[in-house]
């Protein structure tokens, strides 16, 4: 197979826009041919910029299901449901459509859609479900279209179905050798009635599933045509930035605009719900002048908030018996009985999710209908902003979902989007409102803090019998959506904690769910970011304490767990664990279970005057059938560099309310002269397929803080790593 | 305001109107609608904003337009006219990008890089590449399109 990424015809339009985006869609997920599209008299982009003309009538495009359109010329675009944030969306769900579609690689387009109910009540990218959710669907669209495009040959030349065949977007006359392209067919099959049950291709039969097949979005990415949403362009645009209190939640009382409004370029001064939006004729003088407003703000509740204060009340509260997440037989009594006991209190602190696309939304407001350019994670999340700040009706909103420059979590939220609907409202304009890096990294909905109390007992051989753990930590639900934790207990909190897949007998797990006024929210992996790191360094220095091998333990403890004891065994293996390394060297392992798929991690680090390096990653994965070996691979090796940074350098603090880190100086990232090498395994598996964009990251920072106390004697139990700790 | 002439992607450029001090990464984005170069940080931190000024790679956030006047500048736009400069080509064939915001600096920085060293090693790619931040982490297959590169750019297949 020759997969062509270089031709610009299939690629993801860059716009993100597009006649299509103007289509007026049913809510089923099979709907017959499109009838017609409306055209809101809004906004159309064609290129690098939206012409506000009319559009012009055009042919439609049979819509087979959701995903798959195909006109008359045989042009096929595919809907990526999924946006793109680096983790493959536009190649991988195009596989699972190309697959079953019997359509060549390369001979379709991709398109993100507007919101649509076909695509679920929340439509966007978290969780790392994208692979998870649309494998059976996207499979069942492509195999539903094929199905309806031979019914319409059969139909055509008056034969049995049983006498065509799908092949290379055409279907062939088996006893004839007459072809019929898909484009011809797609009229005629849209109106036919769509059957209930298809067969999906023996996997043994797969040309593109499990294929290392090249991103089809690269080409674009390697000229600067990729369009992100910072990119969008549209006449009259004007471009706004918005001065936020300084203290976390604050909000504006009075503010003197005279300095701000002599600034070349500034347009005009809006005061809006987050603070004081400048709108100037560029980015630059928004930002610039932004900072020159004089303004009065009212503090609010969190103008005493430090961090230190934050981290006693967790460890205050942790003393006290907390809400049970999980018990197994009796802890406390086996705690009692235990031939040796171990304790240790684990930190972790709040972490900006820094995406390299500042955050920003372009919002088109008008009496009648909002049009928005986002990079984001939920589109039905701006839909429902826009709704709410605009009071028109969904179906007035017009979302167009752009290329995402890094997520992370961030890029789930409202906030951003807030800001841009609220300025064009206001001043009767399209306009683009971006965020500096000061802005992202201070009003960021952080990772939460978290704190967690270990005790373990050992038994007379040094295995552990029981396991005792109480952790507080703020709930990103109630962040995030005002809601209490159902029965005080936020998943998001304790997974990682409440979920450990290993055979202690005893065990107890408690929760704190403890509120700081600070907002928090989705962060790469989250709740197993800090999790992993406390559950798989303490279960580290239990296997010191009783010395034990740490691999060794961990089988012990994984016997009934066999894809998780799987990883581990082939990580160890592939890492050369128990082999001599180079002098200075030291491993350490970390094993999770999370998203649906199974990892563990050999780090391979030195310690050279307290400071940490990371030489070698070996990473074993058994995330159940692969759809992309190459982007798997490429997902797991940036997972690890991003939890990566977050141990060796990530860590955001408050005083008095306010962050004390600014920009990248402040708050640094993982550099390529600290890459490590990472090998990547993955496990064969005919299971149904796991999460990928967030499995790489919660075993990295107790893998490397386990080999730091292979070479040093030290044990890390607060994240960042800090030098004065080791020397 | 003023009017500031100087090359820009091979061809004669009059910056009229410009406001002097404004940053060359918002003049091309804002004003000339040239978006790929990207806006990272604005304090030279991390490199997205990356082009050349007289073959030099410099960051655009904190270079004022009012500087620029005489000078060569090229931007991602301008590396190449179809994406064949051995850079690109080595970044499309070993599928470098994953989001991708960050990979118009990274390639102009490599470029220059390569420009000067006809075969960087691992510690002159640390030197340089050090100052692009990559969020998702592709520093291991940047270092490895770097080397392609330099095999494209001496002639091996």
């Known amino acids: 197979m020759s997969p062509a990424s270089t031709a610009s015809g299939h690629t993801a339009r860059k716009s993100g826009f597009s006649r299509r985006g103007f289509l007026q869609v049913g809510a089923s997920v099979s709907g017959g041919l499109l009838l017609g599209f409306v055209l809101p008299g809004g906004s159309r982009l064609s290129g690098q910029t939206i012409a506000r003309t009319a559009g012009t009538a055009a042919i439609p495009d049979a819509r087979l299901n959701a995903w798959i359109h195909i006109a008359p010329d045989d042009q096929i675009t595919f809907m990526i449901h999924k946006s793109e944030m680096g983790q493959g969306t536009v190649t991988s769900l195009s596989q699972l459509l190309a697959e079953e579609l019997e359509c060549d690689w390369g001979k379709f387009r991709t398109e993100f859609p507007p919101v649509d109910i076909a695509f679920g009540p929340m439509q966007g990218v978290v969780g790392s479900q994208s692979i998870r959710t649309s494998w059976t669907p996207l499979r069942r669209a492509g195999a539903t279209a094929r199905e309806m495009l031979i019914a319409a040959a059969a139909q055509t030349w008056g034969v049995d179905k049983s006498q065509c065949r799908a092949q290379s977007g055409t279907v062939v006359n088996t006893a004839t050798n007459a072809s019929l392209s898909y484009g011809k067919l797609a009229a005629t099959a849209a109106k036919l009635p769509v059957p209930a049950n298809v067969a999906l291709k023996d996997p043994a039969q797969f040309r593109y599933i499990g294929k290392p097949i090249k991103r089809l979005d690269t080409a674009d990415k390697v000229n600067g045509t990729t369009k992100f949403g910072i990119d969008a362009r549209l006449p009259g645009l004007v471009y706004a930035a918005v001065a936020r209190c300084p203290v976390v939640g604050g909000k504006v009382v009075t503010f003197d605009d005279k300095r701000a409004r002599a600034f070349p370029g500034v347009k005009q001064i809006v005061p809006i719900s987050s603070g004081v939006a400048v709108v100037a004729n560029n980015t630059w003088s928004a930002i610039q002048a932004s900072r020159l407003l004089d303004i009065k703000w009212d503090e609010g509740a969190n103008a005493a908030v430090n961090t230190p204060a934050i981290t006693k009340m967790f460890a205050d509260k942790t003393l006290q018996p907390g809400t049970v997440c999980r018990s197994v037989g009796d802890a406390e009594a086996a705690l009692k009985g235990a031939a040796q006991k171990v304790d240790a209190v684990y930190h972790a602190p709040y972490l900006a999710h820094a995406p390299m696309e500042p955050l920003n939304c372009t919002a088109d407001v008008r009496p009648d209908a909002c049009h928005l350019w986002a990079s984001t994670q939920m589109q039905t999340v701006v839909q429902a902003v826009a709704v709410q700040l605009t009071g028109l009706r969904p179906e007035q909103i017009h979302v167009h979902s752009m290329y995402m420059g890094g997520g992370f979590g961030r890029r789930a939220t409202g906030d951003f989007i807030s800001d841009a609907v609220e300025i064009s409202k206001a001043i009767g304009a399209p306009v683009k409102a971006t965020w500096s890096r000061e802005d992202d990294i201070q009003h960021d909905r952080f990772r939460p803090a978290s704190l967690a109390r270990f005790s373990a007992g050992l038994d007379a051989d040094g295995w552990p019998v029981a396991w005792m753990n109480r952790f507080a930590c703020s709930s990103i639900q109630k962040s995030s959506s005002g809601q209490d934790p159902r029965n005080g207990i936020d998943r998001t909190s304790s997974e990682g904690l409440d979920d450990l897949e290993y055979e202690i007998p005893n065990q107890q797990v408690e929760y704190h769910w403890t509120e700081t006024g600070i907002p928090v929210h989705y962060w790469r992996a989250v709740g197993y970011t800090q999790n992993t790191f406390f559950a798989e360094s303490f279960l580290d220095e239990l296997a010191a304490a009783g010395k034990k091998d740490p691999v060794e333990l961990r089988r012990r403890l994984l016997a009934k767990s066999p894809r998780l004891l799987g990883v581990l065994n082939l990580a160890a293996e592939k890492a050369g664990w128990g082999q001599p390394l180079p002098e200075g060297r030291t491993r350490g392992v970390a094993a999770v279970f999370n998203v649906g798929t199974y990892s563990a991690q050999v780090a391979e680090i030195s310690v050279v005057a307290g400071k940490v390096r990371v030489h070698r990653v070996v990473a074993a994965v058994d995330c159940g059938h692969v759809v992309n070996p190459m982007i798997v691979q490429q997902q797991i090796r940036s997972a690890i560099v991003y939890g990566l940074t977050a141990a060796l350098k990530g860590e955001i603090t408050l005083d008095k309310g306010r962050v004390q880190q600014t920009n990248f100086h402040q708050y640094d990232m993982l550099r390529i002269d600290e890459m490590p090498v990472v090998d990547v395994y993955l496990v064969p598996s005919t299971e149904n397929p796991g999460g990928i964009g967030e499995a790489g990251v919660p075993a990295i920072a107790p893998a490397v803080c386990n080999a730091v106390f292979a070479a040093t004697g030290k044990r890390v139990r607060q994240l960042p790593i800090r030098r004065e700790q080791l020397v | ?157």
Not at chain 2, 42 to 57: E, F, K, P, R
Not at chain 2, 125 to 140: F, L, S
Request: charged share 20%.
């Open chain 2, 1 to 157: 305001m003023a009017s500031i002439k100087f090359n820009l992607n091979g061809k004669p450029h009059s910056a009229d109107d410009a406001i002097p001090e404004m940053p060359l990464l918002w003049y091309l984005r804002d004003s000339l609608g040239m978006t790929g170069t990207k806006f990272g940080c604005g304090m030279a931190l991390c490199g997205a904003c990356t082009v050349h000024v007289n073959g030099q790679s410099v960051r655009a956030c904190v270079t004022p337009v009012s500087s620029l006047a005489g000078k060569n500048v090229t931007t991602i736009e301008g590396l190449s006219a179809d994406s064949s400069h051995p850079v690109q080509k080595a970044w499309a064939e070993l599928d470098v990008p994953q989001c991708g915001y960050c990979q118009s600096g990274q390639i102009m920085t490599a470029a220059a890089l390569l420009s000067k060293k006809a075969r960087p090693s691992d510690a002159d790619i640390d030197e340089v590449m050090r100052g692009n931040i990559c969020r998702c982490g592709t520093y291991q297959d940047i270092r490895a399109a770097i080397h392609r590169a330099a095999d494209l750019k001496g002639g091996k297949a």
